[in-house]
């Protein structure tokens, strides 16, 4: 998708052209009609406040952001990654914005991994009793596996204390919030409500499937559903998937707004910074024994 310069005007297309783009809300609805997936710029954008908006516009819905080889260094809005590409027969290389480099990536999963490790080892006793609960409320099979997507749509097996023991593979992929499921046993009613059933994801979370703090993963069959629904919720793909989020805290769990989630999931990857990862950790934290399913 060929981006013009913000606000410029221009004459329009002949007849077989494409139609020219001179503002931000004629990109954004092509964005949106057109479920644009990738972006080209031939020069590197600036730093001004219009090209700022668009690059968050394009990240906001999953858009992949290209330069064609050649050009200058993009400046400090967006960073250019290592290694070439092609795109339509051009070489180009991605961008990739300040927030989400390379090094913030790394810095977020070494943060990741010692703190899961630590949790790990003060919540095993908790674990323990989980296990032997749901061992002697429900029988064999304490741990549920179920997959998952996460960073750049890439399915995982995400790991939960069993609650609830699905009819078969179709109900366990299709089937949504069983919050208030008849068949669920009293003690995995007060795992899920307790959020106590989420701890085998620490597990997740130091072999790289997850991190932490991000947007909550969701089923292959759900995720192609919501993404179809609502424009901006591939776009939180961006990030690992995490134990809480910022939708999370804000009361967006079970059976809530999916846009509402999307919009939150997508904020907290556009401003992320490891002090935010504290904060909901946080308020995770204290909220751990409150009432409501995830």
């Given amino acids: 998708m060929p981006v013009p310069a913000a606000g410029r005007g ?12 001179t503002g931000r809300r004629d990109i954004a609805r092509a964005v949106v009609r057109d479920a644009v997936r990738h972006v080209v710029f031939t020069q590197p954008p600036g730093a001004d406040a219009e090209t700022s908006a668009l690059l968050a516009l394009f ?74 609960a749901v061992r ?4 064999p099979g304490v741990i549920f596996r179920q997959e998952r ?31 208030f499921d008849r068949r669920m046993s009293t003690t995995g009613s007060v795992l899920r409500r ?29 995720v192609a559903r919501f993404s179809r629904a609502h424009p901006g919720y591939q ?8 134990i809480t989020g910022l939708a999370q805290i804000h009361g967006l769990r079970g059976d809530t707004s999916i846009e509402e989630r999307a919009r939150f999931d997508n904020h ?3 401003t992320w910074s490891p002090w935010q990862d504290v904060c909901i950790l946080a308020r995770t934290a204290a909220s751990l024994f409150r009432l409501g399913g995830s």
């Avoid at 990536?105 to 323990?128: E, G, S, Y």
Wanted: aromatic share 8%; charged share 20%; net charge positive.
């Fill in 10 to 21: 221009e004459a329009a297309a002949p007849g077989g052209a494409l139609p020219p783009l």
């Fill in 59 to 132: 990240a906001r819905y999953g858009c992949r952001v290209w330069l064609v080889d050649g050009g200058a260094a993009a400046g400090n809005l967006w960073r250019r990654a290592t290694g070439h590409d092609h795109l339509w027969g051009f070489s180009v290389r991605p961008l990739h914005s300040a927030g989400h480099r390379p090094v913030a990536r790394a810095v977020k999963r070494v943060i990741d991994t010692a703190l899961a490790a630590l949790a790990l080892v003060f919540a095993a006793p908790v674990m323990a009793v989980c296990a032997l």
């Fill in 136 to 139: 002697i409320a429900d029988g």
């Fill in 149 to 179: 997507v996460g960073l750049d749509g890439e399915p995982f097996t995400l790991l939960k204390f069993r609650t609830l023991c699905p009819v078969d593979e179709h109900e366990s992929a299709t089937r949504w919030n069983v919050a």
């Fill in 194 to 222: 307790t959020s106590l059933d989420e701890l085998p994801q620490l597990w997740n979370v130091l072999r790289g499937d997850m991190s932490l703090v991000g947007p909550r993963p969701e089923r292959p069959y759900f």
């Fill in 235 to 242: 776009a939180r793909h961006r990030m690992p998937a995490g």
């Fill in 268 to 270: 907290y990857i556009e």
